[in-house]
Structure formats: structure tokens, C-alpha cells
């Protein structure tokens, strides 16, 4: 048994973190939250481990940011990422506003759709989407059609905001 | 054909769409310019959303960086409260845990022997004793014999009743405590620097019996008795003669300068317990003869003497332990040390080795095994598929190049091929072969096949996706469907 769960946490982990990463913002409560899953499995041992870890873990996510809203704690969050940074040529602070953009632009999206993002980018395919986010498969083409062109408007329409602020 | 709708279009760009699908709404795209731009439209969006989504890379270098360890049998500090699942040790955790096992353990045999050995020096007084044995016969004490003849009859300067009933009484005790300390031999003998000490604070409490002889170490509740009964007696005869007393003293106080002389192997303590222990007996018979001579005169000048002479032991009492628990933990530290460093040399020989046969085993480099032509970039692999390269998620790539179409199965043989090489945790090499299909391209596999050397093909969307490596099938899969 523990031999499965080692298995299974050296085969998950990282790419569980990551997606909780993109998710929350937040490296220590991604974590947590993955190894919160972790445990679960453990005592579950689920036959499709990729597909309920990750649906357990977003459950986690969407529990956790329930009570955080309920705490005004994601406001505060957003608020922060949004908050514009000094002006600087330097390559990291770049990044770093370019990361913060995206999430405020993700955040934008339907639960549903920014899940199901996600997810395809930790190479889910529909069937585990579908499978995980308790939709039909036929309807994972639609949701992500919609959550792509969602993003990619809303990432341009901060790009834009930034610039007419900048001006 | 109606319009091909946006979430078919997505699934054919992520691959999903069956064979026959496929073929249908290529057909459409043939006959429909509307549609064929809005595949395009949904091609970028979906290039740009991977751009967008990869710029939320964790700082800590996400899939790249290796999965933390979970190790199970790390001594000593919690230092993750995350730690959650076990994982089973490696060979060498498992080496390294029983390295440390061993050491405590021996740490532990050190202290132990250090104890014993003291022990037995202790024991070993001039002429008399068999080593290992705890008895300390009434004749060793030569206070009794200086000062009272002999430890069972009259005391010079003392015929008193009660005295001398005392002192039968203390012979009994002191017969009985030999008795007392053997049962406590088979324990660590950390019980009889208590019993010594306890012994010492005896030596000190002529004149006022006030302290409960209580060994300092819990452990041993043997010494106590033993000692208690010193105790009492001297309680009792404390109110009474003085050659009592000198006899309650004596015993212990000979008994201090041994402790003090065997239990301390440095030479440096020794000598200072040397001096300090003759000193402690020629004070206690000083004040043993005041008091013989004045039994039951004011105390005052007794008690300041024995006060001086209670401090005195106390403070040579203290530095015996200080000196001895130093030693000690010298010694469990030399013992770990000389554990640790045998470990280390051991890893150290161990990781030598593997180097060696590493580097032995692979002369060749990886372009060369992989046959890569000619190592690309990231844009240039982009021109050529049209479209972002496909990656392995959570293995990290070791280079991209152009690879000929031959090696590759069900490629277009007029065009190169991009090879995205990956090895894995074993060593052993994964080629993630990708080519953009030209229109009119036959066979192509619309679903995943495996070909004759155990390769997988598939498409995803317009790029044809070969994987190979000399990996299981069933490894091969899951590494496919971690192709983004």
C-alpha cells in the first residue's frame, strides 16, 4: 500500500502543484492542498487515480476559496496581484506582471472553463477532463473552445486597460 | 456538412476526433474557406492560451524540477509538517538509517563501557579487590582503621553506650549497604557515582544531617536505600557522640578519594580529586578529632568547619560529575564521529564507483545516439510543425533537433522531422518524433497505433506524433497521454 502511494505521488505530485499553483496563486497552499489529496487517496486508493486526484484537489480549491470569499481573503489576493508594480526594465519584474495578468485573466473565467484549462494544460485529455470535472465528454471541446477565447480576450483586454493607464 | 461548430474545431486541434470524424471535417474544410479561418482563429487561441497558461510557471521550476522526497526513517527533527505519505527507502536511505542505528547504538555500548570501565578502576583498590566486584570491604576503609581501630569495636575517646550501639548499627548498615550496591551492579553503573556521591554529601553532613540521601539520578533507587540507611544512622547519632559520627564519615569519605581516584581517567581530574580526596579525609579527621575530643561542646566552630568541608566536597562532588559527564560525552561523540565518517567514506567510495561505471558505459553523446542531425530551437521547431513543438509533460527535455524521416515510421520522407529527446529517471531515452503532415498525406494514424517497433503514432491535429523509446507499452501510453 504504501508502495501505490509512493508510486503515486512521485507520478502526480509535481504536475498536481503546478495546476493548484496556476490555480491559487499561492506555492505554500498549493501544497498543502496536494498533499491534502495525497492523503485522501491514500485512504480512497480511487481506481483512476490521475482523474480523481486532480478533481479532488480542485474540490479542495473551490471549498477553500468559498470561506476565503466569505473572509474577503481572495479579494484581498486579487487586489494584490492586481496592484501595479514600480516600473521596471528588469526582466523578472516583467514576468512577474505578465504571471499576474494571467491570473487576473483567468480569474475572469467560469469555474468550469478555468478547471477545465487547467487541467488540459497538465495534459488531461477529454476523457480525464470529462471524467474529473463530471462533464460529458462531448461537452469538452465546447468548454474549452469557450475558456481559450475567454482567456485570450480578457488577457488582451488587461493588456489594454495597462496600456491606456500607462498613457 | 453543416458548419463545423467551435468545440469540434477545438477537439480536432487537441486530437480528439476519430478517425472518420477527422476525415469528415477535412473534407469540410476543403469546400468551406468560413470554416477552414475559423480553424486557423481556433488554432491561435489555442497556441496562445498554452503561452499564456505556461507564463504561470511555479518559481520553483514546475515540472522540471524533481518530485520532492518522501523519506521515511529521518531521525530526530520534524522538519515537514507535509511529510504525509511514506515512501519506500532506497537502498541507500536504508543504509544510511542502519548507519545511524549502529551509531546510536554503539554510542550508546560507549557509554556504557565508559561507565563499567570506571566501574572496575574504581574497584580495583590498592591490593584488595577482584576487579568487576561492587563490595567495599569494611578494612578498605582506612579511616576506620586509622581512627577507630578497628570498625566494629571500642572507638579511642568514645566509650559511650550509645555510641558504640551506634556504631553496631552503622556496622549493620555498612555490612548491609554492600549488599544493597551489588543488586544494582548488574545496572549501568551510573548508579554508583550516585551511590558515591551520596556517599561524598554523607562525608559533608556530620554535623547536620539534614538532606535525604537521594541519588541524583532517578534511576537507580537501589543507591538510595543504601545510602539511606547511611543516612539514618548518621541522623541519629548526630544528636549523640562524635566518634560516631567519625565513623558514619569515615567509611564514605574513604570511599570519596576512591570514587575520586578511579572514576576519573584524565590524569588532570585525578590528580585535582587526588588532592581534593586526601584533603577531604584529613579535614573530615580534623574534625572528627575536634569532635572526639568535644562532643558536646557549642557547635560553632565545628560547624563552620564542617560547613567548609561540606562545600568543599560538594564543589569537588560537582566537578567529578561535571568531568565525567564531559568524558562521556566525548566519547559518544568520537564513537558517532568515527560512525559518521565511515558512513561518509562509504557513500563517498560507493558514488566513485557508480561514476566510473557511468562513465565507462556511455561514450557516445546524445545527438549522436539520438541521430540528430542538426539541434533546433524552440522557434524553428514551430516553423516547421506550425505550431508550438509538443512536449512531454513532467520530463524534461534534453534537446530538439532534426532527425532524418527515415527513422521515423509513417513520416513523410521528403521533409525532415522534429525529434524533442527525453531521458528518463532510468537513463533510457524517449524520442517524441513530430511532423507537420502535408495535404494528401496517406496512412496517417487518425488513432493511436502502435507500429512494428513498438512505437506509438497518432495525430494532434495537423502534426503527426511518433513516440519511441524501448519502454513497456503500457509505460508508452501513459507518456502519450502526457503529450501536450
Not at chain 2, 477545438?10 to 469546400?31: C, I, R
Request: glycine share 6%.
Amino acid at each position: 500500500m504504501t508502495g501505490d502511494a509512493g508510486r503515486l505521488f512521485e507520478e502526480y505530485h509535481d504536475s498536481l502543484v503546478r495546476m493548484l499553483w496556476r490555480r491559487t496563486g499561492d506555492r505554500d497552499r498549493a501544497e498543502e492542498l496536494a498533499q491534502e489529496t495525497f492523503v485522501r487517496a491514500v485512504a480512497a486508493q480511487p481506481r483512476n487515480p490521475r482523474s480523481w486526484l486532480f478533481a479532488v484537489a480542485l474540490n479542495l480549491v473551490r471549498e477553500d476559496a468559498r470561506k476565503a470569499l466569505r473572509q474577503g481573503r481572495r479579494l484581498q489576493l486579487l487586489k494584490n496581484e492586481l496592484e501595479p508594480a514600480a516600473p521596471s526594465a528588469d526582466e523578472i519584474m516583467e514576468r512577474d506582471e505578465r504571471a499576474a495578468k494571467v491570473r487576473a485573466a483567468l480569474e475572469q473565467l467560469n469555474e468550469r472553463d478555468r478547471e477545465a484549462l487547467l487541467l488540459k494544460a497538465e495534459g488531461f485529455d477529454y476523457e480525464e477532463i470529462a471524467e474529473s470535472l463530471g462533464l460529458a465528454k462531448g461537452a469538452v471541446g465546447t468548454t474549452l473552445a469557450r475558456a481559450r477565447r475567454r482567456l485570450v480576450e480578457a488577457y488582451h483586454d488587461m493588456e489594454g486597460q495597462a496600456k491606456h493607464a500607462a498613457r | 456538412m453543416p458548419h463545423v461548430d467551435e468545440g469540434t474545431l477545438h477537439a480536432l486541434l487537441d486530437g480528439e476526433l476519430g478517425a472518420a470524424e477527422v476525415l469528415e471535417v477535412q473534407t469540410h474544410f476543403a469546400t468551406c474557406a468560413a470554416c477552414a479561418a475559423r480553424l486557423d482563429e481556433a488554432r491561435q487561441m489555442l497556441a496562445e492560451t498554452e503561452r499564456l497558461v505556461a507564463a504561470l510557471e511555479p518559481p520553483a521550476g514546475g515540472g522540471a524540477a524533481p518530485a520532492p522526497r518522501l523519506v521515511v526513517g529521518r531521525p530526530m527533527i520534524p522538519v515537514d509538517p507535509v511529510v504525509l505519505i511514506p515512501n519506500n527507502p532506497t537502498p541507500t536511505e536504508v543504509r544510511r538509517s542502519r548507519f545511524k542505528i549502529m551509531a546510536w547504538a554503539a554510542s550508546f555500548l560507549v557509554i556504557v563501557g565508559a561507565g563499567f570501565l570506571g566501574l572496575e578502576m574504581r574497584n580495583s583498590l590498592p591490593g584488595n579487590h577482584k576487579p568487576g566486584s561492587l563490595r567495599i570491604r569494611p578494612e578498605e576503609f582506612t579511616f576506620a582503621n586509622d581512627r577507630t581501630a578497628d570498625s566494629g569495636g571500642s572507638r579511642p575517646g568514645a566509650s559511650k553506650p550509645a555510641p558504640a550501639a551506634a556504631a553496631d548499627s552503622l556496622s549493620q548498615s555498612r555490612a548491609s549497604s554492600p549488599q544493597a550496591l551489588p543488586p544494582s551492579a548488574p545496572a549501568p553503573p551510573s548508579a554508583t557515582p550516585p551511590a558515591g556521591r551520596a556517599q561524598d554529601k554523607g562525608a559533608a553532613n556530620q554535623a547536620a544531617p539534614t538532606q535525604p540521601k537521594t541519588p541524583p539520578t532517578p534511576a537507580k533507587p537501589d543507591a538510595s536505600p543504601s545510602t539511606a540507611k547511611d543516612g539514618t544512622p548518621v541522623a541519629e547519632l548526630a544528636a549523640g557522640a562524635a566518634a560516631a559520627k567519625a565513623v558514619s564519615g569515615s567509611p564514605p569519605g574513604r570511599a570519596a578519594p576512591a570514587n575520586a581516584q578511579k572514576a576519573a581517567p584524565a590524569p588532570a581530574a585525578a590528580s585535582a580529586k587526588e588532592t581534593a580526596g586526601p584533603q577531604q579525609p584529613r579535614d573530615e579527621s580534623k574534625a572528627t578529632d575536634d569532635e572526639a575530643a568535644q562532643p558536646s561542646q557549642g557547635q560553632s566552630a565545628e560547624d563552620r568547619a564542617a560547613s567548609v568541608d561540606r562545600a568543599m566536597s560538594d564543589k569537588a562532588t560537582a566537578d567529578l560529575d561535571r568531568e565525567q559527564m564531559r568524558q562521556r560525552a566525548a566519547a559518544a561523540t568520537a564513537a558517532l564521529d568515527r560512525e559518521r565518517e565511515e558512513e561518509r567514506a562509504a557513500a563517498a567510495e560507493e558514488a566513485h564507483r557508480q561514476e566510473a561505471a557511468a562513465a565507462e558505459s556511455s561514450p557516445a553523446t546524445v545527438d549522436e545516439k539520438a541521430n540528430v542531425s542538426r539541434r533546433i530551437g524552440l522557434d524553428e521547431a514551430a516553423r516547421q510543425l506550425g505550431g508550438p513543438l509538443h512536449a512531454i509533460d513532467g520530463m524534461t527535455r534534453q534537446l530538439v533537433g532534426l532527425v532524418s524521416p527515415k527513422l521515423v515510421p509513417g513520416a513523410d520522407t521528403a521533409r525532415p522531422v522534429v525529434r524533442a529527446v527525453y531521458v528518463d529517471r532510468n537513463g533510457r531515452t524517449l524520442y517524441l518524433d513530430q511532423q507537420r503532415v502535408r495535404p494528401g498525406q496517406l496512412d496517417l494514424p487518425f488513432t493511436p497505433q502502435v507500429g512494428p517497433n513498438g512505437q506509438l503514432s497518432w495525430m494532434a491535429g495537423p502534426v503527426l506524433l511518433v513516440l519511441q523509446s524501448d519502454l513497456p507499452q503500457d509505460s508508452l501510453r501513459a507518456l502519450a497521454r502526457r503529450v501536450r
